[in-house]
């Protein structure tokens, strides 16, 4: 079946704009997770959903970053009054449940953000 | 924080050659992954390693886990051009809720 998608795949914002990506888990994947990739490193933990349950926010960098997954499959990562040090690649990751025999993370391939 | 730290960060290689990465990392595990990354692209998922496990192979990949030095290594052999990539391992959050990556070891793999 269809991987994780995303969108928008590119995002130029002006600073100070609200932004909202969007990502497509696989289905019956019941695990959901945001990374932030900075350029030249590796992702780094935002937030994980089991369901529409968020079970770990501590990685959203401030309370400007919101992310939501109302019926627990599309999620939504939503950045207020965005700034400079917001850019970076979003990726978004959908996994069977943690613990299970499969624990796998299959990543989309990413929302790059530019704020101007 | 990252967690792992990947070495080295650069690896240039020509086409037939092994390529080695190594991983440290900090605390208690319960498995180990690595992870492949082309410019531009989303994470794909090479291979996990079990924290009670000492070596695994797949196809050309074969990884090594030493929990007593909290080190793992990633060897591809007969490397391809088309293996040139970025590089991650990661491990689980002590909360099993999420995966911490290292910096990552960027290969070029010339013909």
């Known amino acids: 079946g269809a991987g994780v998608s995303q969108s928008p795949r590119y995002k130029v914002a002006k600073r100070g704009q609200d932004v909202a990506l969007r990502c497509d888990p696989i289905?019956?994947?019941?695990?959901l997770f945001w990374y932030q990739q900075a350029l030249g490193q590796g992702p780094e933990f935002l937030t994980y959903?089991?369901?529409?349950?968020?079970?770990?926010k501590s990685g959203l960098p401030s309370d400007r970053f919101f992310a939501e997954r109302p019926e627990g499959s599309v999620s939504t990562l939503k950045i207020q009054r965005t700034q400079q040090e917001d850019s970076a690649v979003y990726l978004c990751?959908?996994?069977?449940?943690?613990?299970?025999?499969?624990?796998?993370?299959?990543f989309g391939p990413g929302t790059r953000l530019l704020v101007l | 924080s990252q967690q792992g730290e990947e070495d080295p960060q650069a690896l240039s290689i020509q086409e037939g050659e092994n390529a080695t990465m190594n991983c440290s990392y900090k605390?208690?595990?319960?498995?180990l992954q690595w992870y492949r990354q082309n410019s531009g692209r989303g994470l794909v998922h090479l291979i996990l390693?079990?924290?009670?496990?000492r070596e695994k192979h797949s196809g050309r990949l074969r990884v090594t886990l030493d929990t007593s030095k909290k080190s793992s290594s990633l060897l591809i052999t007969a490397s391809r051009a088309a293996d040139t990539a970025s590089y991650f391992c990661?491990?689980?959050?002590?909360?099993?809720?999420?995966?911490?990556f290292g910096k990552g070891t960027t290969l070029s793999v010339s013909s």
């Open positions: 990751a959908s996994s069977l449940p943690l613990g299970g025999p499969e624990e796998t993370q299959y």
């Open positions: 289905s019956g994947h019941v695990s």
């Open positions: 959903f089991q369901n529409e349950a968020q079970l770990d």
């Open positions: 605390t208690s595990i319960n498995n």
């Open positions: 390693i079990r924290s009670n496990e």
């Open positions: 990661a491990t689980d959050n002590q909360a099993g809720t999420a995966l911490i």
